[in-house]
């Protein structure tokens, strides 16, 4: 992938991420229901993070005999995600994926179970200065929209375990629940390279489209500061 913005969207007080439908805190080691039984990770001392991420150029490398070979494709993505852990196993998970490649939303519905949604995207880069605007299209989904601008500043040093930066961004699973089973699979990359990143515009129905509030607080913004592949294994039962 060659370009992302990632926001980062704080939740103080109960985790009111953590109440999606799709979304279950696990109690005294059982699920209520039949949602997925995560835990909600946070980092230390702080609340609940959810997360807005885009990237641009994407080229997901499967492994394991995972996705489909669509899974490969040249996409623009926006997806929503929390952090989660499952015993003591940290990762994200997901309330939406919205893509521009159709080949790509279809490939990792059917191997992954995630929620992928197509939407028509568009993105332009004019020196340090990246507009990136996304309008899901997919029949049937909620309405959400995004656009935003930035600027890359300085690179940042490398993140330190126990940092935020290294909580919100090295990320080595995800899990996914279908049919009533919860799934977690592997991700390799190499550790990101983070830029600073100054906001220039910003409107968003990403959350709001999931049944999330509108966060009160600023977002906090890293941009990538270098090209960065990603491998993803396939889907294992946990």
Known sequence: MTHFLCQFKPFHGPSTALAHPGLLQRRNGQASDDRAPV??????????YVSILGHAALHALAHGGGAPAAADSTSHELNVRTYVHLDGVPGVWFFSLDASNALAVWGARVAYGLPYFRARMQLQEHHSVVHFTSTRTHPGAPAAQFEATWTGGDPLPSAAPGSLDFFLTERYCLYAARGGQLYRARIFHDPW???RAERLSFTSTMLESQGLPTPREA???????????????RLEKV
């Open 193 to 195: 390279p983070l830029r």
């Open 39 to 48: 835990d909600p990770d946070t980092p230390a001392g702080l609340a609940g």
């Open 219 to 233: 977002p906090l913004l890293h941009a990538q500061g270098a090209p960065l592949q990603v491998g993803i294994w």
